[in-house]
């Protein structure tokens, strides 16, 4: 069974940093990888979408790699802004799960003043 | 129109009542999803329909009825809760269940208080 982890669980950086952010994954075998963006209380934003035969995806400040043989991906948020405060999680579709993605538990991120 | 819209946003409700979630989207998806999330936890998968068609049930109790009257709409109708299944409840939707290199679309959730 895919299971997901992300580390830090939290984490806080003055604003202008890039900010990384880890994601893993035990089974290789993924069609594609997705990071999701929540506020509180509200629903996932989707930020982006890495396949498996890719190795990046960028969208403006935002860059997300993959790499299958080591089971990680890493969401790049450059020049942090405190509107980028919010929890990133990840979420990997493996080629046996017929559409059901597994969540990691999510980094909680705070980018002040 | 990308969005997925849900409603209400927020329902209290008592343990003997019956109400129902609505979710709505207009990008021809054909698959959609109902996440049930408690709070500082990721989304939990409920249930699937796939071409207005129950295709995931993840083993969630008979008090959650799930409903899908055409490829737009999907409902989830409410029944004899209990307070642990206050949380918020999100609906998704997809191009294609499984698909390769389709995004999920999210709604901004309907936040479930039971009493």
Not at chain 2, 10 to 39: D, F, I, P
Not at chain 2, 59 to 64: A, D, E, G, K, T
Not at chain 2, 76 to 89: I, K, R, T
Request: include cysteine; charge should be neutral; aromatic fraction near 8%.
């Amino acid at each position: 069974k895919q299971e997901v982890t992300q580390i830090p669980a939290a984490l806080s950086v003055p604003e202008g940093e890039n900010l990384v952010l880890n994601c893993s994954f035990t089974d290789s075998a993924i069609y594609n990888l997705q990071w999701f963006r929540q506020d509180p209380g509200k629903g996932l934003t989707s930020l982006l979408l890495i396949q498996s035969s890719q190795r990046e995806q960028t969208s403006g400040r935002l860059n997300a790699s993959l790499d299958k043989s080591s089971g990680r991906s890493t969401l790049y948020i450059a020049a942090s802004q405190p509107g980028d405060s919010a929890t990133y999680l990840c979420a990997a579709l493996t080629t046996d799960s017929w559409g059901k993605l597994q969540f990691g538990a999510g980094t909680q991120v705070v980018v002040t003043p | 129109d990308t969005e997925v819209t849900q409603t209400p946003k927020h329902l209290v409700m008592g343990m003997t009542n019956k109400k129902s979630l609505k979710c709505e989207q207009h990008m021809g998806h054909r698959a959609m999803y109902w996440y049930k999330q408690k709070a500082k936890k990721p989304p939990e998968l409920m249930f699937v329909y796939s071409y207005e068609k129950l295709s995931i049930n993840e083993s969630v109790p008979s008090r959650f009825s799930p409903e899908c009257p055409n490829s737009s709409l999907l409902n989830l109708h409410l029944h004899a809760l209990q307070p642990e299944d206050s949380a918020l409840y999100l609906c998704a939707s997809s191009q294609e269940q499984g698909a390769l290199s389709e995004k999920l679309f999210f709604g901004s959730g309907t936040q479930l208080s039971v009493l």
